[in-house]
């Protein structure tokens, strides 16, 4: 079983930064990638981003290039999500999850709790 926790949301104006937080407990495998996801009300979840966790390889989202960057601290099990240049499009619940294969069609199986991102204009 593995468990995430989220935390770094909050309320910024539009061009300000946020930096997310998730912290893993539990044991994976070596092949294990984590995710950035997303979702405002009455929309469908969104990929953001992922990085595998041996490699560091990552993968991001179209529209969060240039302004998202992924980055993991093996030794703390905690993965984050530097958000700069935010936009109001941005707002949103924002999930960490642990899965297989990265990117958005990697299979996601765990899954944190959320942390609300608001971006105001």
């Known amino acids: 079983q593995v468990q995430l926790v989220e935390s770094g949301g909050g309320l910024v104006q539009a061009g300000g930064s946020l930096r997310l937080s998730c912290a893993a407990s539990g044991r994976a495998a070596s092949s294990t990638v984590l995710g950035w996801f997303r979702q405002a009300p009455g929309k469908e979840r969104e990929f953001v981003s992922s990085?595998?966790?041996?490699?560091?390889?990552?993968a991001y989202a179209e529209s969060v290039k240039g302004r998202f960057t992924i980055s993991r601290d093996n030794a703390k099990k905690t993965v984050y999500l530097q958000m700069n240049s935010l936009k109001p499009s941005d707002t949103a619940v924002y999930y960490c999850?642990?899965?297989?294969?990265?990117?958005?069609?990697?299979?996601?199986?765990?899954w944190g709790q959320g942390t609300q991102v608001t971006v105001s204009s």
């Open positions: 990085i595998s966790w041996i490699s560091g390889s990552t």
């Open positions: 999850a642990v899965g297989v294969g990265g990117g958005s069609r990697g299979a996601y199986g765990y």
